[in-house]
């Protein structure tokens, strides 16, 4: 169902106020491209947004994003009221992170990517979950999850600052103030800066 041009204006006018990252022209091609990923996914979304195989699809197009797992915890943090499809409100909201985000607030975006269960910390396992999908297979003949299970306790010795074990999100930012490259340590979750 196609929205009326008076509604779309409106959209894209209180889009672009609770927007910080993106100006009107941007908001109406965001919105725009919303529009055509709805109409493509012709699921029984439409109207309200589209599914998680759209979504993956586009992030993999538009980025190269190819790790299913990944792209399966960026679509969770994209579906901030967990309806299984993306409205155009978390549409817009989540490229402004993913694209133009302050490093406050990619900090909080992967540091959620890599909490998987939510709990507000990044335990060992949660590390080798990720470590383990964003590595490439070595020779037969090494056993992939020790090299994994050094790269956890590496990471842990790097980043866990109060020695509890786990990474909360004051470790974690305070790691990624301190070398900014350990924001995506356990797998790329942000787009290439091309």
Same mark, same amino acid.
């Not at 889009?15 to 941007?26: I, Q, Y």
């Not at 091609?29 to 109409?39: E, G």
């Not at 679509?75 to 490229?95: P, Q, Y």
């Given at each position: ?16 106020r609770?927007s ?30 589209? !599914? ?14 190819? !790790? ?18 993306? &409205? ?14 302050t490093?406050?607030?990619?900090m ?10 939510? !709990?507000?910390?990044i ?10 999908n ?5 020779s ?13 306790e ?15 999100? &004051? ?6 103030? !301190? ?8 797998g ?7």
């Amino acid at each position: 169902a196609a929205m009326s041009r008076k509604g779309v204006k409106f959209l894209v006018e209180s889009l672009t106020r609770s927007s910080k990252h993106f100006n009107k022209s941007e908001v109406e091609c965001l919105v725009n491209l919303f529009d055509t990923l709805v109409a493509k996914a012709s699921s029984h979304f439409a109207g309200a947004g589209f !599914d998680r195989t759209v979504f993956q699809d586009t992030l993999h197009s538009a980025f190269g994003m190819t !790790d299913e797992a990944m792209l399966d915890r960026v679509f969770s943090t994209f579906d901030r009221n967990n309806s299984g499809s993306i &409205t155009v409100e978390e549409w817009v909201e989540g490229l402004g992170v993913l694209l133009r985000g302050t490093l406050e607030e990619k900090m909080k975006y992967c540091f959620a990517i890599y909490d998987l269960n939510g !709990d507000g910390y990044i335990s060992r396992e949660e590390m080798f979950r990720m470590l383990k999908n964003s590595l490439l297979v070595q020779s037969a003949d090494e056993e992939p999850d020790e090299g994994v299970k050094d790269l956890v306790e590496i990471a842990l010795k790097k980043m866990d600052y109060d020695h509890d074990g786990k990474l909360s999100f &004051t470790d974690f930012e305070k790691a990624v103030r !301190d070398e900014n490259l350990l924001l995506e340590a356990f797998g790329p979750c942000l787009p290439d800066i091309k």
